[in-house]
Every structure is written in structure tokens, then in C-alpha cells.
């Protein structure tokens, strides 16, 4: 099994700066044993939390941090560990969302390959602060050299008594359960994936009740992203102040950017928020500048359910706020970049093709409507665009947003209405003379 | 029983750490996929006694992923992300440069039963496109030269 991604990362960076804690350690070969996770520092947080923390102290001091969740919602993850009610008598369950599947991302995967047991400890930290002794991660089925490697790692957090009853003597009792998905990105939206641990289709629920309430088996559950329980260690090590030193005032710490496309050196680069989006493209020690020279078309800053952005707006920090004042968001953080040989119309028939597939079919705003979506585009960039289809594809968009149970509707309309708004002229070309402005035609090497 | 003995304990085995049984469903269809490499309404059945879930409950989960196919594919799958990222570099080139050395179109298999290719939803490879996963193994940062060596290599194990 071919397990290491060969991605690259700034992991040299990382070892050389102290802000940098995710990467720190991603290119050491034998980071994913226990023995090299340990001497590097590794379940200190866990055993400083288990030696005499309280729940509470550990959820203020995640609080303090200011950490959001790194998975797209961007919502403040201590806050939501908060949710849980105190006073709830069943059982709680902590549920680590490794369904990583948004088109552009690929950072939780190098997390659980490289470095497992950091995303373990995490785990461990956040159940003990919700009072979960039962704890999940949810790994998509493709994932198989994740899966072992999780597998592996929990194994051995096992033998060595990290995990188990009476953990360090403490008396605290905590099960880790890896669960492989069967193939659908919507598994990724938190009820939908706790639908499928329950052995459902992978459909979401409406809320409230809110997982936190309601979550798993009907009992208070907390979903959280691999990057966010994987940075929680390091908020315990070096405390939630020092972590809220990172960043911009509102989105503190640090956050791993997955750089893909047209690119001369695509990677998974770990920096602080507020980074400049532009440093990320064109910076030789990240992006690099554009492939071949080109003219920078556009970005899609957050993964593929977040809006486009023009060259004009790339000089802006990658944090909440900034990308949000331009109309954008920070999603995943999966930096998408595409040159002037692109086609918008293609670029956008990629796009709706994902949801299209995607969409759970609950709501039918979401599984007509994006069917609806790539035929109509499907036939303009096949050259069958007619009158009045940029203004019928408008309609249908705005008939799904916020009309669907879960964001999967929204994040399908959302980078195609900015798509339009950008780039209009280009549509209306497409469909009038039956072919593309510029001609896209991409050779792998 | 069309489930190995071994299928079965590790389905067991993995049923047991679930709070409820219905829990064990995708674990038993992916336990089940990798011993048959399919699951159809035989290993519905089958899982259905293991687990001791009503079989319109395994069918129902099962036909909504994509991971469980009902009929069996090639001796190698070959899965060629077709998303966002792999297309800006090429996947369907990619695809078309495979379709042509395999002999075969997108969604079929080879003759000799070897290789089966289709072309899925993003992978998780973005920064390494473009790629494709045959099996459970990923290959990445693709280039004509490097596909031309992994079709040989398989062969040759074949």
C-alpha cells in the first residue's frame, strides 16, 4: 500500500517556527509511530488534561483560542463543545469528520497519514471535554491508507494506555472507533454523517435539534473537523492565549491551505490566518506564480462550494472576515487557482457535475434543481446555449439557496451565481457563438 | 454462506464495539466488498444474519454509496478523479490517454477481465493532480511516462 501522499508541504517552515504546530513534524517518515509522536512532544496535552483538568477548564481554554472549525463552517469550536447540555443523562459522543472530500482539499488526509496520533490526541482531549467516553472518526471509504494508518495509531494509543478504561489512572474511560464511509461527499454535512454511522443513508436531518442536543443515536453529539481536534493539543500545550495570538483578531491560529491547479507548486501550505492570498500564489516558498506564465483568470479561495475571486481581489487575507467582506469565504481553505486558458462554462459544468452527483436527493430544490443546472449548462458548453439560459440558470440558483436542509444546495449555486456575475460577457459569448472564448484544452504531461 | 469465515468474525468483531447493530451496516458491506468485490442481494442477505439487521435495511444503506457496486469489476479498478482540480491539469486527458492504452472506453472493463475504468468524484489528491486510484492504492502527480509503468507493473503482477 502506497501510503505517504507525496504532497508538498512547508513542514521545513513549520520546523523552524514556532507558530507553525500542524506541520511541525509532517515530514519525518516515523512520525506516525507512537515511539517518534512521543518523544516529539506527543499526549503531554492529554496527560496534563487527564492529570488534572476539569471539562470545563479544557472547554475555556479552547474558548480562549478562538479556534473555529477548519472544515468550512468556520463555527467557534469551543462554543459548540458548550452546546452539549450538562445536565443530559444519556450518553455523549464525539464524532471526528474525516470525510474530506470538497473538490480542492487534501489536508485532513496528510494529517491523518503523517501525523494520526495528533488527531487522536485531539479527539481524546474534546471527548473528555464533553464527557464522551465513546469516540469516533469518520474516514471516507477511498481513504484506505488513512484507514490504516488510523487504525494502526489507535492501536497502539491503545497498548499504550492513552486510550481504554481508566486512562493514566485517572478513572476516566474512553473507546476510539474508526468507521469507514461508502463513497459520498455529503456524509462530510455533520447530520448526514451521523445518519451513516447509524448505518442510514447518508441524508441530513433537519435542525434543530441540533447534534450537540441530538446528535448520534439521539443522544448530545459534537462533530468536529480533523484540522480543528488536531490543533487542540497544541491549544492545551502552550494555552489558548498564546493560539489567540495567532491570526487576525477574529481568526485566530494557524490553518493549512491545500493549493491546487494552475500552479507552479501546488502543496499543502500551513500558515497563519490573514495570510495574503496573492504571498500564497505567486510567493516562490508557497504557489510560486502561475504555470507557464499565464494571466491569473480566477481563484476559488475556500474549495469548491465558495465564490470566485478576480485578480483584482486577490490582494486580501486568508482569514474569515476578510474573505467574506469580498463577497467570498474562507470554506476549507482549498485554494483553487485557474488561468486564462480556462473557460468559465467548463469550469462551472466541472462544478455542478460534483453537486449534481453529490446532492443526497432529500430536498428537491437541491436534487432537481442541480440536475436541472448541469444540463442546461452542459448544453451551452456543447454549444446548444440559447437566449435567456444565463437568466434561467440565475432563476434555478436562486431557487435553491437557502431552500435546502443542508449547505450542499448553497454550495452548488453559490460559485456559479459568482461565476455569472464575473463573468457574464463570457456566457453570453458561449451561447452565442456556440463555442468557448477561450479554447480549454488541458494535457496532463 | 457466501461470506468467508473470515469476513464473518471480522464483521463480528467490528459489530461488537457499536452501541447498536444497525451501526455495523457499512462496516459489513465494505468487510463484504473486499473479500467478493461486490455486494448484491445474496451479501445483503448474508450480512443481514451476521448482524442481525433486516435485509431492506443493509439494501437501503447500500444502494446510496458508491463503494458498493452490485456486480463485479475488473481484477483492477482504476478510478480517475475528474473534479475541479485533476481536469485543470488534464485528467481528461488523463482519462483519454487510459481509455486508449486500455482499449476500452470509460465505465467498461478489458477483455481479459484486468482492468475496469471509470472516472469518479474528487479523491483528496487536489495538490497532486492529476491522479487516479487503482484499488486501494493512489497514484499521484500522473504524467504519460508514469501511467505507461503503473499499466506494465500491474500487468506483470497480474
Same mark, same amino acid.
Given at each position: 500500500m502506497t501510503f505517504y501522499s507525496p504532497v508538498i508541504t512547508n513542514a521545513a517552515d513549520a520546523a523552524k517556527d514556532d507558530r507553525l504546530h500542524l506541520f511541525k513534524y509532517v515530514e519525518d517518515p516515523d512520525q506516525y509511530k507512537i515511539a517518534t509522536y512521543e518523544a516529539h512532544g506527543g499526549y503531554k496535552a492529554w496527560k496534563k488534561v487527564m492529570g488534572g483538568m476539569t471539562p470545563q477548564q479544557v472547554t475555556d481554554e479552547v474558548k480562549?483560542? *478562538? %479556534?473555529?472549525?477548519?472544515?468550512?463552517?468556520?463555527?467557534?469550536?469551543?462554543?459548540?463543545?458548550?452546546?452539549?447540555?450538562?445536565?443530559?443523562?444519556?450518553?455523549?459522543?464525539?464524532?471526528?469528520?474525516?470525510?474530506?472530500? /470538497?473538490?480542492?482539499?487534501?489536508?485532513?488526509?496528510?494529517?491523518? /497519514?503523517?501525523?494520526?496520533?495528533?488527531? !487522536?490526541?485531539?479527539?481524546?482531549?474534546?471527548?473528555?471535554?464533553?464527557?464522551?467516553?465513546?469516540?469516533? &472518526?469518520? +474516514?471516507? #471509504?477511498?481513504?484506505?491508507?488513512?484507514?490504516?494508518?488510523?487504525?494502526?495509531?489507535?492501536?497502539?494509543?491503545?497498548?499504550?494506555?492513552?486510550?481504554?478504561?481508566? !486512562?493514566?489512572?485517572?478513572?476516566? $474511560?474512553?473507546?476510539? &472507533?474508526?468507521?469507514?464511509?461508502?463513497?459520498?461527499? !455529503?456524509c462530510g454535512e455533520e447530520t448526514a454523517l451521523l445518519n451513516s454511522v447509524e448505518g442510514e443513508r447518508g441524508m441530513s436531518r433537519i435542525r434543530p435539534p441540533f447534534p450537540a442536543v441530538e446528535g448520534l443515536y439521539a443522544c448530545p453529539t459534537i462533530v468536529n473537523n480533523v484540522e480543528s481536534l488536531?490543533?487542540?493539543?497544541?491549544? +492545551?500545550?502552550?494555552? #489558548?492565549?498564546?493560539?489567540?495570538?495567532?491570526?487576525? /483578531?477574529?481568526?485566530?491560529?494557524?490553518? +493549512?491551505?491545500?493549493?491546487?491547479?494552475?500552479?507552479?507548486?501546488?502543496?499543502?501550505?500551513?500558515?497563519?490566518?490573514?495570510?495574503? %492570498?496573492?504571498?500564497? &500564489?505567486?510567493?516562490?516558498?508557497?504557489?510560486?506564480? &502561475?504555470?507557464? $506564465?499565464?494571466?491569473?483568470?480566477?481563484?476559488?479561495?475556500?474549495?469548491?462550494?465558495?465564490?470566485?475571486?478576480?485578480?483584482?481581489?486577490?490582494?486580501? *487575507?486568508?482569514?474569515?472576515?476578510?474573505?467574506?467582506? +469580498?463577497?467570498?469565504?474562507?470554506?476549507s481553505g482549498a485554494i483553487i487557482v485557474f488561468h486564462e486558458d480556462t473557460c468559465i462554462v467548463w469550469t462551472i459544468l466541472k462544478l455542478i457535475h460534483f453537486f449534481r452527483h453529490e446532492s443526497c436527493g432529500k430536498c428537491t430544490p437541491c436534487r432537481e434543481g442541480t440536475g436541472w443546472l448541469e444540463q442546461i449548462i452542459k448544453r451551452i458548453e456543447e454549444g446548444g446555449g440559447q437566449p435567456g439560459d444565463v437568466e434561467k440558470i440565475d432563476d434555478i440558483c436562486g431557487n435553491i439557496l437557502g431552500r435546502t436542509i443542508c449547505p450542499l444546495g448553497d454550495a452548488a449555486v453559490m460559485p456559479i451565481q459568482s461565476a455569472i456575475k464575473h463573468w457574464r460577457e463570457e456566457w453570453q459569448y458561449h451561447i452565442e457563438h456556440k463555442e468557448c472564448l477561450v479554447k480549454t484544452k488541458f494535457e496532463f504531461k | 454462506m457466501i461470506l468467508s469465515e473470515a469476513s464473518v468474525s471480522k464483521i463480528k468483531e467490528k459489530a461488537a464495539r457499536y452501541p447498536r447493530k444497525?451501526?455495523?451496516?457499512?462496516?459489513?458491506? @465494505?468487510?463484504?466488498?473486499?473479500?467478493?468485490?461486490?455486494?448484491?442481494?445474496?451479501?445483503?442477505?448474508?450480512?443481514?444474519q451476521v448482524i442481525g439487521v433486516p435485509y431492506v435495511e443493509i439494501a437501503e444503506a447500500a444502494t446510496f454509496y458508491t463503494m458498493f457496486p452490485k456486480k463485479p469489476r475488473g481484477r483492477y479498478l482504476i478510478q480517475v478523479c475528474h473534479n475541479i482540480s485533476c481536469a485543470l491539469l488534464g485528467a481528461d486527458s488523463?482519462?483519454?490517454?487510459?481509455?486508449?492504452?486500455?482499449?476500452?472506453?470509460?465505465?467498461?472493463? @478489458?477483455?481479459?477481465?484486468?482492468? @475496469?475504468?471509470?472516472?469518479?468524484?474528487?479523491?483528496?489528491?487536489?495538490? @497532486?493532480?492529476?491522479m487516479m486510484q487503482v484499488n486501494d492504492d493512489f497514484y499521484e502527480n500522473l504524467t504519460r511516462e508514469k501511467v505507461d509503468g503503473i499499466l506494465q507493473e500491474l500487468k506483470g503482477k497480474a
Open positions: 480562549k483560542s *478562538g %479556534l473555529r472549525g477548519r472544515g468550512g463552517a468556520g463555527f467557534p469550536t469551543g462554543m459548540k463543545w458548550g452546546f452539549v447540555p450538562k445536565d443530559s443523562p444519556k450518553p455523549r459522543y464525539l464524532c471526528c469528520n474525516a470525510d474530506e472530500s /470538497e473538490p480542492g482539499t487534501c489536508k485532513d488526509r496528510v494529517l491523518m /497519514e503523517r501525523d494520526p496520533h495528533g488527531v !487522536i490526541e485531539g479527539m481524546a482531549i474534546a471527548s473528555y471535554a464533553i464527557g464522551c467516553h465513546l469516540m469516533f &472518526i469518520y +474516514i471516507r #471509504g477511498e481513504f484506505g491508507h488513512c484507514i490504516e494508518r488510523m487504525e494502526q495509531a489507535m492501536d497502539e494509543a491503545y497498548a499504550k494506555g492513552h486510550l481504554g478504561k481508566n !486512562i493514566y489512572g485517572s478513572g476516566y $474511560d474512553l473507546e476510539m &472507533i474508526v468507521h469507514t464511509g461508502g463513497g459520498a461527499y !455529503i488536531a490543533s487542540v493539543p497544541h491549544i +492545551i500545550n502552550h494555552g #489558548g492565549d498564546w493560539y489567540a495570538s495567532l491570526g487576525t /483578531e477574529k481568526s485566530k491560529g494557524t490553518k +493549512i491551505f491545500s493549493l491546487s491547479g494552475h500552479v507552479r507548486k501546488p502543496g499543502n501550505y500551513e500558515v497563519e490566518m490573514g495570510f495574503n %492570498l496573492k504571498k500564497m &500564489i505567486y510567493d516562490p516558498a508557497y504557489g510560486n506564480g &502561475i504555470l507557464g $506564465d499565464k494571466k491569473l483568470k480566477g481563484v476559488i479561495p475556500g474549495g469548491a462550494s465558495t465564490p470566485f475571486l478576480t485578480p483584482d481581489q486577490i490582494d486580501v *487575507g486568508l482569514d474569515y472576515e476578510s474573505l467574506q467582506t +469580498i463577497g467570498s469565504m474562507l470554506g | 444497525k451501526s455495523a451496516i457499512l462496516p459489513a458491506l @465494505t468487510v463484504a466488498y473486499r473479500q467478493l468485490g461486490y455486494v448484491d442481494e445474496e451479501v445483503y442477505r448474508a450480512i443481514s488523463l482519462i483519454g490517454y487510459l481509455e486508449e492504452k486500455l482499449g476500452i472506453q470509460k465505465g467498461e472493463t @478489458t477483455e481479459d477481465d484486468l482492468f @475496469t475504468l471509470i472516472s469518479v468524484e474528487c479523491l483528496g489528491s487536489c495538490s @497532486t493532480a492529476p
